[in-house]
């Protein structure tokens, strides 16, 4: 179950997210949601958990790049069903639970430097 959070600071995000370029017209925003396990979720976090289970068996490649993100591989692979499904509620036309792989996120060490690496290509794109 997903909630929709109305922040005032994020309008302010959302309206620099909107501008135009000489080749395009940028339209972004920027939304908060909390997030709640519902039992639809539950399903698709166990049938996430499964899946990735079987490929965990197969293939050691995938396992290797859990453990070097995440101590724990059952850990890991949680983080993996939250990401998904926090995805899957922000986009409901879109289901990626069989687009993305562990190996297509990565863990970021600073909140500072993920902000500032948005920051600068967000920035590049303003006119």
Same mark, same amino acid.
């Given at each position: 179950?997903?909630?929709y959070l109305p922040v005032r600071d994020f309008e302010e995000v959302t309206s620099a $997210?909107? =501008?135009?370029?000489?080749?395009?017209? !940028?339209?972004?925003?920027c939304d908060l949601y909390t997030t709640k396990a519902a039992g639809c979720?539950?399903?698709?976090?166990?049938?996430?958990?499964? /899946? $990735?289970?079987?490929?965990h068996?197969?293939? #050691?490649?995938?396992?290797?790049? $859990?453990? #070097?993100?995440h101590?724990?591989?059952?850990?890991? /692979? /949680?983080? =993996?069903?939250? $990401? !998904?499904?926090?995805l899957n509620a922000s986009h409901p036309d879109y289901d990626f639970s069989y687009l993305l792989r562990p190996s297509d996120f990565r863990r970021e060490k600073?909140? /500072?430097?993920?902000?500032n690496a948005l920051d600068t290509t967000l920035y590049s794109l303003r006119p």
């Open positions: 179950m997903t909630q $997210l909107n =501008f135009d370029t000489p080749d395009a017209h !940028i339209v972004g925003g979720d539950k399903k698709l976090y166990k049938a996430i958990d499964e /899946r $990735l289970e079987k490929q068996k197969v293939n #050691k490649e995938i396992s290797e790049t $859990l453990a #070097k993100s101590n724990n591989p059952h850990h890991a /692979r /949680r983080t =993996f069903a939250y $990401l !998904i499904a926090t600073s909140v /500072r430097h993920a902000m």
